[in-house]
């Protein structure tokens, strides 16, 4: 019913972390602001994310670049990208297990996106709001499965992730959804709802895991 | 003082507010009487000034960024022009130091460094779009101000928080100690590096163990360890 | 000391658009226009009709290997498809793929849930398949695919998948016999002419073999959303794709011997077969004799997408098109047949400031629209 995780496991990045939830598992890092590697890349105006996402065998392929789009969506709008002009934030994600089969992606990309945030706390990186990702499905019964196994997720009718930003504690604004298979309007909304609550369920549980980082870093005073 | 991560609003109550490292004003609070830390941490609000109070988010960092007025530690790699070329931390950009930024600088008299020469410098200038600047004379006095090149000691990293820690608090404990054990002399860059010397090699090289070490000792464990690292040293 | 006043420094609106396209934008929509003269909630023209390229649309024998195709056109933009296939084995070595195999943590997970039977055939996901599409977006040199079009390709290959539009069933091969008859002349048996079925349980095959369908996407002058457009010539091209039979000579399943290749058994399968578990067999198209490829015709859809700007009202935005438009970053994208039933919805929104957060009423309102464009549009394909 929740996840694992361990903050600031790697030396040489500026943060870094891992994230496990039902037999998903990833390891990311950020290293920024860095000067800018290539420059046809500098932005004048906003940080360059140097997204890469790694599976977890086999080479990367278009499925993959999807999911870095997918994430760039969240991330642009989460980081102050102003703040990092003409700079560049690298992103590395490494999948250490899938969960799912190929023809996923949404418990990865929950994975990948949860774990993304706490290395981006883990490294400084300046936030203009914290946020979550879910996933879940729908069955065949219409019933909605949140965080489902890869069993249910081949068996779902549609499936469906949502990430929020989260404000006090409590989930925010809808920031990113992808929904795929097919559903009804009020099955999309009911799932919208569901995945804000889950959210929300988190909430002390993250905000535990990163106190205790915190804690940790200052164990002298 | 707080635990808060971004999305937390924090509502102020005096009307001016200086905003600290990690603070921001939260997006859409048109007005500015909310604030939002931009990254996970311990807030602290501290009187600026008798009008204003100063709101900043502590939390520790790997990576430096360069502050107008912090002091730091860099290394010398290369000049050009009147510039010499100083690394503040790995992977980040280069900064400069203008030969004629050390006291008593003139065309005649420049001062002689060499590649791979500590510095110990102020932050003079951080613009947008434009390399940060370096200086070695004191903003008030206009004198050397203790800054200058660093000779002899020891440099090592230490995290960045620790390093304020030490810079700002210097009755802490662990110095405390140590000057009940030995002699030294220790310059603090808020660049995460502390560079250290002492009368011979084996103290320093005890202090520098001991300081490292110590951001990852508590508080009560602190005395403890400092002695068995000096036993170690007396024994040999 | 001088008086220094701050003039306001004004541009034409022309060179605003270039400056400022987000500025702009916002003054359209305050005096209720669009740069584009659109309605807000109004979409461009498209259409839609067969390219008539491939083998079968043309008059007289026909060499090129394109089985359906499509042209879809809207304002100055338009996209080009074509559909090919290729002849691939069968599931067993499919479904389980190696990935699978290597990735012991979701086959055991599997196997616990499952009480170690875990039967792919009931998933949903395996009754379906896809198109392994290529979008190529022309800007005037050749170069790597860019992110957008991998994304393009990517977006369409998942939202036909789980739509579940086109049945594994559906790209399966029922392979014929060639033979010679009584008098001597050469015959293809099939296997649906039931009296000969006999001789075809004997000679054929004992694995099955089933079409994989590639499309080549070729977009010009683009405008606009182009997922939208490219959604619709795929469908389109699918709708009118047509897959030529198959069948083996007899002579190549007599020689069943001379086709065995050592290879290691694979002990996973549960068929029992080994050792001739890699026969060849030399596949051939039949160049006149075709079906048509079968699509689930309650799952035809449409792809809408909408813009979402905040002036002092947030307005939706369909079909966003220019520069301005295109720079939105708000955006929902909903993929509909013309009734209640969903394919794909994306949105994408902002992290709430000046309570710009998107709202339940405007996924509503943009789900409410693409369902009518929908119910208009899948007419024309």
């Known amino acids: ?221 | 003082m707080s635990f808060v991560l971004p999305g937390n609003q924090i509502q102020v109550k005096s009307a001016n507010v200086v905003l600290g490292p990690n603070v921001d004003i939260a997006p859409g609070s048109i007005n500015e009487t909310v604030l939002t830390p931009t990254t996970a941490g311990m807030l602290k609000v501290k009187k600026a000034n008798p009008q204003s109070s100063l709101y900043y988010v502590e939390s520790n960092t790997k990576r430096y960024v360069p502050q107008i007025n912090d002091f730091v530690i860099g290394v010398l790699f290369g000049a050009f022009g009147e510039y010499f070329r100083i690394s503040l931390n790995s992977f980040s950009p280069p900064v400069l130091l203008n030969q004629y930024s050390f006291p008593n600088a003139s065309k005649k008299n420049r001062p002689r460094l060499s590649n791979g020469d500590l510095v110990y410098a102020r932050v003079s200038a951080v613009e947008r779009n434009v390399d940060v600047e370096l200086s070695c004379i004191d903003a008030t006095t206009g004198k050397e101000g203790g800054f200058g090149v660093l000779s002899d000691g020891l440099v090592f990293d230490v995290k960045l928080a620790f390093a304020r820690y030490l810079l700002f608090n210097s009755d802490a404990e662990i110095f405390t100690q140590l000057v009940k054990r030995c002699k030294f002399e220790i310059a603090i860059g808020v660049n995460g590096r502390i560079w250290i010397k002492t009368d011979d090699i084996k103290t320093t090289i005890a202090c520098v163990n001991v300081i490292r070490n110590s951001q990852n000792w508590t508080k009560e464990e602190l005395p403890a360890k400092i002695e068995d690292t000096f036993k170690v040293l007396k024994t040999n | 000391m001088t008086d220094t006043h701050l003039r306001s420094i004004k541009f034409a609106p022309s060179k605003l658009a270039l400056i400022a396209p987000d500025v702009t934008l916002k003054r359209y929509i305050e005096i209720g226009l669009r740069p584009s003269l659109r309605k807000f909630h109004e979409f461009r023209p498209v259409i839609v009709s067969p390219a008539g390229f491939s083998r079968y649309e043309k008059e007289g024998k026909s060499s090129n290997a394109i089985l359906g195709s499509s042209v879809v056109k809207s304002g100055s933009t338009d996209v080009i498809c074509s559909i090919s296939a290729g002849v691939v084995e069968d599931s067993q070595e499919l479904t389980n793929d190696y990935r699978l195999r290597l990735d012991k943590d979701i086959i055991e997970a599997d196997e616990d849930e499952n009480n170690s039977s875990s039967k792919d055939e009931d998933h949903r996901v395996n009754q379906y398949s896809s198109v392994y599409s290529v979008v190529e977006v022309s800007r005037g040199r050749n170069g790597p695919p860019t992110s957008e079009e991998i994304e393009l390709s990517q977006a369409l290959y998942e939202t036909i998948l789980h739509s579940g539009m086109i049945t594994k069933e559906s790209l399966n091969i029922k392979l014929g016999l060639k033979s010679r008859d009584s008098e001597g002349k050469p015959v293809i048996i099939r296997r649906y002419d039931s009296d000969d079925s006999d001789i075809l349980n004997e000679f054929a095959p004992k694995k099955n073999f089933s079409y994989v369908l590639y499309a080549k996407i070729q977009v010009y002058s683009k405008t606009g959303p182009l997922f939208d457009l490219c959604y619709a010539a795929l469908i389109k091209a699918l709708r009118n794709t047509k897959l030529p039979e198959m069948y083996i000579n007899e002579k190549e399943t007599d020689a069943k011997v001379s086709a065995l290749r050592a290879r290691k058994t694979n002990k996973n399968d549960s068929n029992g077969r080994n050792g001739s578990d890699l026969q060849e067999f030399d596949l051939l198209c039949d160049p006149v004799s075709f079906h048509d490829l079968k699509i689930d015709e309650g799952k035809l859809s449409w792809s809408s997408t909408f813009g979402i700007t905040h002036g002092s009202d947030s307005v939706l935005l369909a079909d966003p098109e220019g520069e301005a438009e295109e720079n939105i970053f708000e955006g929902i994208e909903v993929v509909s047949s013309g009734n209640d039933t969903l394919f794909s919805a994306v949105i994408t929104g902002n992290i709430g400031e000046d309570d710009h957060a998107i709202s339940k009423d405007q996924i509503k309102e943009a789900i409410l629209l693409s369902k009518r464009r929908s119910a208009n549009m899948i007419k024309e394909l």
């Not at chain 1, 390891?27 to 920024?32: F, K």
């Not at chain 1, 099955?187 to 609550?197: F, I, T």
């Open chain 1, 1 to 221: 019913m929740s996840f694992q995780t361990e903050i600031g496991l790697l030396d040489q990045v500026d943060g870094s972390s891992t994230f496990e939830f039902a037999t998903t598992k990833v390891i990311t890092s950020v290293a920024g602001p860095l000067e800018i590697t290539r420059m046809k890349n500098e932005k004048p105006t906003e940080a360059f994310l140097d997204i890469s996402i790694k599976p977890a065998t086999d080479v990367s392929s278009t499925r993959e670049s999807f999911l870095v789009t997918k994430l760039a969506k969240v991330l642009q709008k989460t980081i102050d990208m102003d703040k990092y002009a003409r700079r560049e934030i690298q992103i590395m994600v490494q999948l250490l297990s899938p969960g799912e089969s190929e023809e996923y992606t949404v418990k990865e990309l929950t994975a990948i996106v949860n774990s993304v945030y706490l290395s981006l706390l883990n490294g400084g990186i300046s936030l203009r709001t914290s946020f979550w990702a879910t996933c879940c499905v729908i069955d065949g019964n219409g019933e909605i499965l949140m965080r489902p196994t890869n069993k249910q997720l081949r068996q779902s009718v549609s499936h469906h992730i949502a990430v929020f930003s989260i404000k006090d504690g409590k989930s925010d604004a809808l920031i990113f959804s992808d929904s795929k298979g097919s559903f009804s309007e009020n099955e999309l909304l009911k799932v919208l709802d569901r995945c804000c609550d889950d959210i929300d369920s988190f909430n002390s549980k993250v905000k535990k895991v990163v106190l205790d980082r915190v804690k940790r870093d200052y164990i002298w005073s």
